[in-house]
């Protein structure tokens, strides 16, 4: 009797895709959550590293692509030794060797042609290591912006459901026509494209104010580095800039991104819709 019903709901209500990935969203939360935590802690310790080892950072990883690719050659003319001669993989493990070695020179060639752009990059990484040292609440930005976003999805989440459960209940296709479910009319369809459109343009425009904030404090820093102020406090300032003068700037360009979002979003709804049909 259970398998029955597991089967008759998995056929019927679960069949329906909208249902399929709210059902995706419950089951796999804790995942959801955790990924989302991950990424949290590896971007302010990525900061963390920013401001403390800047420069040796990119030194590190330019010094460690160019041990690699010898490396990597000298391990695939070391695994040709285990080869006859005659043998195809001989000659090219031997040739493979040679190509990683050329790329090799030609990494150290691109180093020593763009040598003053990598300095000015280490420059910037100082420059950037000496802001976060100035102002430590920027810290503070990405993780608040999660938390906003995270109670915007909850808030979405919560009336979409209430939207979706509008419609007239219909008579499932035989043999479980004695199931109902839900039709939407046009204006329902209507309401579900705008919820969909509302979720990416709010959560556009809060990633938006975020960054918009973090890129006006910098722009301050670098104008009152060298004022009595060492360029200190100026996260405050702006986050005032955002709501004060901007809040409509930053709103209007969400929209762009929203709308984008929004007909990427119905387009692979079709291409799925069709491909399920072929």
């Known amino acids: 009797t259970i398998d029955t ?23 796999c939360w ?28 990119v030194w590190l990883s330019i010094i460690l692509i160019q041990v690699s690719l010898i490396g990597g050659g000298v391990y695939l003319y070391m695994q040709s030794g285990n080869y006859e001669k005659d043998d195809d993989y001989y000659d090219w493990l031997k040739y493979a060797a040679y190509v990683v070695w050329g790329v090799a ?30 102002n430590l609440r920027v810290f503070l930005l990405p993780l608040l912006t999660y938390i906003f976003a995270a109670i915007w999805l909850v808030v979405w989440l919560v009336s979409f459901v209430y939207v979706f459960s509008i419609g007239e209940p219909t008579a499932r296709a035989a043999p479980y026509q004695f199931i109902t479910e839900i039709k939407w009319d046009t204006n329902t369809r209507y309401v579900v494209v705008y919820q969909l459109f509302m979720l990416f343009w709010i959560n556009a425009f809060i990633m938006g104010m975020c960054q ?7 722009c301050i820093w670098y104008f009152e ?9 100026t996260v405050g ?11 409509g700037s930053v709103a209007f360009g969400a929209a762009v991104i929203a709308i984008c979002q929004l007909i ?10 069709i491909q399920s049909m072929t």
Not at 264 to 273: L, P
């Open 105 to 134: 020179a030609l990494y150290l060639l691109c180093i020593c042609c763009c040598w003053n752009a990598i300095r000015i990059g280490i420059a910037v990484y100082q420059t950037t290591a000496e802001y976060v040292s100035k």
């Open 237 to 247: 300032r702006g986050i005032h800039w955002a709501f004060r003068y901007h809040m």
């Open 5 to 27: 019903f597991s089967k008759l709901f998995k056929d019927t209500v679960m069949s329906d895709k909208i249902t399929q990935y709210l059902a995706d969203i419950a089951t």
């Open 212 to 218: 918009f904030m973090i890129a006006a404090s910098a």
């Open 264 to 273: 990427r979003a119905i387009f692979e709804y079709y291409r799925k819709k």
């Open 225 to 233: 580095v060298n004022s009595d102020t060492g360029g200190a406090g």
């Open 30 to 57: 804790k995942v959801l959550a955790i990924c989302s935590g991950t990424a949290i802690v590896l971007g302010y310790l990525y900061l963390l590293l920013i401001r403390v080892i800047g420069a040796l950072i």
